[in-house]
Every structure is written in structure tokens, then in C-alpha cells.
């Protein structure tokens, strides 16, 4: 059994939040963060959009895309590092939005990595037999827990979501193997101090700022530019693939230098590395299935190309898929068995139908 993605979705806010409308905010400006990390505006959930919300605009497409109903997903998956509530979890929610009545659901978080973690979950589910349908979101609103006042960081965050349907099936290609790792040593690099069980909130960590995403920038710019070639490496040596072989790299998106140095240490050629970042900065974990759905809807990936999503987040973690495309396959047509007994039954709804309204006039 291998697992195929056979939808893809994404929802990015209206709002946009432009370098010139943070130089207003904070001492910055658009040369400085175009220059620093190739991002020239953000999305920014409005009042009433949440982690929650995103992620069901962009299942929605997904499953759509693919044909398939709420009602066929076995599994929900969200990576999140904002979910709505810390309980119940985002993926509960939308799995009640969706309509998703016989899916399983719950929340993964591996900071930005979390997409990329979350599909290798499911992959590992679908190709177990455990499950046929796996719904995998990334979604994030970090515009809630950006500190509009630091400048080291209010520059690189932004809002989004994405998604893919995964199906099991017989056909070759499909992901072809993934990777994950971890280094929690680097837990404090990069953070969301308050509001867990270490520290409550209270008038202290609110005063303190501590609610808000702290990071040492210089720090997690090495370990993003030592990981992702390690990354895509072993996961390309574990697909039997090479660096020669990627159709499209689909990193992170976090900064446009980190991306550069992944393209130069892996000798790949502009063209292909997706970079979507001056649009939306970094969305953490909604950031690759969003360059996913971008790069398909662009006509990058067609069948047998190979595609390698890596990502690198907080925890620190990182890790790594790799998938040859192949078509989403639409749910299948009924067979003509199927078409027929459809039509018996209708034609006998209708006669039974007929007949009331038939005794009903006669009366
Ligand atoms: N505007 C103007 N100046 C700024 C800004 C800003 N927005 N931010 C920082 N500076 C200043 C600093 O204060 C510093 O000034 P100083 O030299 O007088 O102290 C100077 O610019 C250089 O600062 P650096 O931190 O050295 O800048 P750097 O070139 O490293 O870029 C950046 C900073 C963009 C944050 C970079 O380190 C980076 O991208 N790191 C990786 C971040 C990342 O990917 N995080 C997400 C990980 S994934 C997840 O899970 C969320």
C-alpha cells in the first residue's frame, strides 16, 4: 500500500501587512528586511479568523480537489504551534466543521516542522492499513503570539494555511520515504515562554512579554543551513534517489538566505527550489503545504516528478519527505453495476412518490 497525495488546498488571510506598514510599527524598514530575509509582506488573520478556521478553508479545497467527502476521511491531522485552544485541539474542531463524523483527530506540533511531520504520520498510518483517507493540515496564526514590538521578529511571521488528502492505493510512486529528527537541547533557541504548565499565565509573564515568540535569530540560521541539505539528503538516500533527481525542492519557508544556501549546498538551479516567502513570510507550519498547493497549481509538478518538502522548526526539529507525483486520482466513477442500482432505486423513490401524491389527489 503506498500513500498518494490526491488533493491539495490552501487559504491565506486578506489582509496584507506590507514592509512599509511595519517600518511605521517598529524601527525597521523594506530594505533591511528584503535584504535580510527576502520577505515583502505577510498575511494577517482578521477578528475572527483562527487557526481553526484556516485550516477548514483549505481542507475544504483539498477534499474537493480530491473528490473526496468529509464523510470518507479515517484521519485528521493538524500541525499547529497556535492552535485555538491548548484543549481540545484544533483538529477536533475541524473535523466538527468539515463534517468529518468517522475521523480520528488530534493536533502535532514540531514548531515549523510540523507539516512535515504530520505527513509522515499519516503515510506511516495509511501505508499500516490503519487508515485509507488522511486529512494533514498545517495551519497557523502567528500574528497572535508576534511581539508587534520587537523588531528581531515581527518582520518574518504571518498567517496561512494548507492541506493535502492523502489516499492508499496500489499504484506506484506517491511519498517514497521521510525523515525526522530532533534536537531538544535547542528548546530555548527558539520559544513561546508562557502559558504552559512551566509558566501559567499571570500579570507577571504578561507584563514580561512572555507570550509572545522569542528567538535567537543568528542561532536557528545555522542549525536551518546545517539541516535541510542533511535532510533532503538522507531522505533522497533512502528513496534510492540523488540530488540530481529533484524536480522541485519545497523548503521551509523562513528566509530567503537560508533557502539560498540549501540551493548552493545541494547544487540545484533556481528554478528548482519554490520560494514563495516576499508574499508570505514565514507561516511556520502552513508554510509547505502552501508552496505545495502554489507549485501544483502553478504546473511545477506533474506525474513522476519528484518532490522533496523539508522543514526545520522549534524543539529544534527537523525533517524531510519525499514524494513522486503522481495524479490525483478523483474518486472513482461508479462502475456500471453501481450506476444502475443507483437509478433502480431512484426510479422506485419517485414511484412511491407518484402514488402518494396520485391516492392524495384522489382523496
Ligand atoms: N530591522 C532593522 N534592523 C534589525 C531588524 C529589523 N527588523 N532586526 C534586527 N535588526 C538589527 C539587529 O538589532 C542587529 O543590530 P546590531 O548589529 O546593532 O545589534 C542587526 O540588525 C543584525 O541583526 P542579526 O540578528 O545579526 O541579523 P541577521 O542577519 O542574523 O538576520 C534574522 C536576522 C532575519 C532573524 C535571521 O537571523 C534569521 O532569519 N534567522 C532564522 C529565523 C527563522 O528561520 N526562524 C524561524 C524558524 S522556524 C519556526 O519554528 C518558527
Avoid at 193 to 222: C, N, W, Y
Avoid at 337 to 345: A, D, E, K, N, T
Wanted: aromatic share 8%.
Amino acid at each position: 500500500m503506498r500513500a498518494h497525495v490526491v488533493g491539495w488546498g490552501k487559504y491565506v488571510p486578506d489582509r496584507v501587512l506590507t514592509n512599509d506598514d511595519l517600518a511605521r510599527m517598529v524601527d525597521t524598514s523594506d530594505e533591511w528586511i528584503v535584504t535580510r530575509t527576502g520577505i515583502r509582506q505577510r498575511r494577517i488573520a482578521e477578528e475572527g479568523e483562527t487557526t481553526a478556521t484556516m485550516a477548514v478553508q483549505a481542507a475544504r479545497q483539498a477534499l474537493e480537489g480530491a473528490g473526496v467527502s468529509p464523510g470518507q476521511v479515517d484521519v485528521i491531522i493538524v500541525a499547529t504551534a497556535t492552535p485555538d485552544y491548548l484543549f481540545p485541539s484544533t483538529a477536533c474542531l475541524v473535523q466538527d466543521a468539515l463534517g468529518a463524523t468517522r475521523a480520528a483527530a488530534f493536533d502535532l506540533a514540531a514548531g515549523c516542522t510540523g507539516f512535515v511531520y504530520a505527513l509522515a504520520v499519516a503515510v506511516a498510518m495509511v501505508e499500516a492499513g490503519a487508515v485509507r483517507t488522511a486529512l494533514v493540515i498545517g495551519s497557523e496564526t502567528l500574528s497572535r503570539i508576534t511581539d508587534w514590538t520587537d523588531r528581531n521578529t515581527c518582520v518574518l511571521f504571518g498567517d496561512g494555511a494548507g492541506a493535502v488528502v492523502l489516499q492508499g492505493g496500489p499504484d506506484d510512486g506517491g511519498v517514497l520515504s521521510a525523515v525526522l529528527s530532533a534536537d531538544g537541547s535547542g528548546a530555548d533557541l527558539l520559544m513561546l515562554p508562557a502559558g504552559g504548565s512551566r509558566l501559567p499565565a499571570s500579570h507577571h509573564t504578561v507584563s514580561e512579554r512572555l507570550h509572545f515568540i522569542k528567538m535567537q535569530g543568528r542561532d536557528v540560521f545555522r542549525f536551518a543551513v546545517r539541516v535541510i541539505p542533511t535532510a533532503t539528503r538522507e531522505v533522497l538516500r533512502r528513496a534510492g534517489l540523488s540530488p540530481d533527481d529533484i524536480t522541485l525542492l519545497i523548503p521551509h519557508q523562513a528566509n530567503g538566505r537560508i533557502i539560498e544556501s540549501a540551493m548552493k549546498d545541494l547544487k540545484l538551479p533556481p528554478e528548482k527550489v519554490y520560494n514563495n516567502l516576499e508574499r508570505y513570510g514565514n507561516t511556520s507550519a502552513a508554510s509547505i503545504p502552501v508552496a505545495l498547493c502554489e507549485a501544483v497549481e502553478e504546473g511545477r509538478l506533474g506525474p513522476g516528478d519528484i518532490v522533496i518538502c523539508v522543514g526545520f522548526g522549534a524543539g529544534l526539529t527537523w525533517g524531510a519527505v519525499a514524494i513522486r507525483w503522481t495524479r490525483p486520482r478523483p474518486v472513482a466513477a461508479p462502475t456500471w453495476r453501481q450506476f444502475l442500482r443507483r437509478l433502480i432505486y431512484l426510479w422506485a423513490a419517485l414511484r412511491s412518490w407518484l402514488r402518494r401524491l396520485w391516492w392524495w389527489i384522489r382523496t
